[in-house]
């Protein structure tokens, strides 16, 4: 498996857990035509970032496990999936280079899979400016949910922080949360205020306590959260980060005078172990895919293409999860369209901003796009509690409550979904 850095990696849900040998049917792919395309190719970017501090390749490298499946099974019409992809080594200049590199240059009528915090951030306007879509696949970002031309199968850390809150305040009696996070805008502020909201909106309270990405302070921020009053701390922290608060926690002998919560990141099948026997039962994280073990059709498939057409060392995770599901997608859209259409860049984005209703047993909802600012067609979860050296659900698919969702909500009913 990939070396992942905990400083940055886990921010919107690596699990970091191989899941070789649970797939035992043939992947199913595109058209299914067991035969090889041939025709003129259609290009297809994806961006990553890869470099110090993390790596978010597992998205793009799903996508292209799924685009070498399709591409073995009749590609688009007979048409192959030329999928390239740039990593921008989280360095903005680099970023910038890669959108050109793929968009200008390579004329690309899409990109797909994408995963990195730099790259998004720089390119949203060049893609709306260049009409071409973005689905997305490891977003932490809020370029990455409130721009026109990007939109993601994975939550990213707002719903899931929302997710998380939202059980703490209805089942374990939270008042007053503090969120942990990092001191990044488009970050940390951005994906903890919701939360706040939605406490204050309650008739509770909250507060957040913003680390310093590049010298974190977890004790600091953990004494910072029980002087601003909380019973309940929300840890919106790579995995990392998360069991080192807790472990700062631990040496307190805090764990029984609080709640501790979660989003994704600390869904990670190594934590349990990780933080031993003092926090069995004591933990409660969000998951905004499906937990492996349910183990539906699309979660079997998912597993059969990684084990045919990906590197056995490339992670089976969250990110691997979205990345197959935006590379699935893409391609049901394209097969769908007119072959004679499927090379056109305008065309193929405004069968993107069509797609509408589309499922998965990975994902809580239907997956959607439509002409809009903004996109977040993900904010409804699992919630699972650490407990026996594991995770098991303690609530299945529910939807987030917030303001934030009042847009998306209003966009569903437009496109019929509600």
């Known amino acids: 498996m990939k070396k992942l850095n905990i400083m940055l990696s886990a921010t919107v849900g690596f699990i970091g857990v191989a899941m070789a040998g649970q797939a035992a049917a043939a992947p199913s792919c595109g058209s299914n035509t067991g035969e090889a395309a041939t ?79 730099m790259e998004m951030a720089v390119n949203a306007g060049t893609y709306a400016k260049a009409n071409v879509m973005v689905m997305a696949s490891a977003c932490a970002i809020s370029e990455c949910f409130e721009s026109s031309n990007i939109v ?84 919106n922290l790579p995995a990392g980060l998360a069991i080192a608060v807790l472990k700062a926690a631990e040496e307190q002998d805090l764990r029984d005078s609080y709640n501790w919560i979660a989003p994704t990141p600390l869904y990670d099948l190594s934590v349990p172990e990780a933080l031993g026997e003092y926090w069995d039962g004591k933990v409660w994280v969000n998951a905004e895919l499906a937990p492996f073990h349910l183990n539906g059709a699309d979660a079997q498939n998912w597993l059969a293409v990684m084990d045919s057409y990906a590197n056995p060392n490339d992670p089976r995770d969250t990110f691997a999860q979205s990345g197959y599901l935006s590379a699935r997608f893409f391609t049901d859209t394209m097969l769908a369209m007119d072959p004679a259409e499927v090379g056109d860049r305008a065309k193929v984005t405004d069968a993107i901003k069509s797609i509408k209703g589309l499922t998965s047993d990975l994902m809580c909802g239907p997956y959607y796009v439509g002409d809009s600012d903004f996109h977040m067609p993900n904010h409804a979860g699992y919630m699972l509690q650490m ?19 009042e847009p998306h909500i209003a966009l569903e009913k437009k496109l019929g979904l509600r």
């Not at 407990?387 to 969702?405: I, N, T």
């Open 39 to 117: 025709g003129e190719p259609i290009i297809v970017g994806g961006i990553h970032g890869n470099a110090a501090p993390g790596d978010f390749s597992a998205s793009t490298d799903a996508a292209a496990a799924y685009f070498s499946c399709v591409n073995a099974n009749g590609g688009i019409n007979g048409r192959p999936i030329d999928y390239r992809v740039e990593n921008d080594q989280w360095n903005p200049e680099l970023a910038s280079q890669a959108a050109a590199k793929l968009v200008d240059d390579a004329g690309a009528v899409a990109l797909v899979g994408n995963g990195s915090f």
């Open 152 to 235: 993601s199968t994975n939550q990213g850390p707002l719903p899931s922080n929302l997710g998380a809150t939202q059980y703490a305040q209805e089942e374990l009696g939270a008042t007053n949360v503090a969120c942990i996070g990092l001191n990044i805008p488009n970050n940390g502020p951005w994906s903890c205020q919701p939360s706040i909201d939605l406490m204050k909106a309650r008739g509770g309270d909250g507060s957040m306590a913003l680390l310093n990405p590049g010298a974190p302070d977890v004790n600091s921020a953990l004494l910072e959260s029980i002087a601003n009053g909380a019973d309940t701390i929300l840890m």
């Open 387 to 405: 407990v026996g050296g594991g995770f098991k659900v303690v609530r299945d698919c529910y939807e987030f409550d917030s303001a934030y969702f």
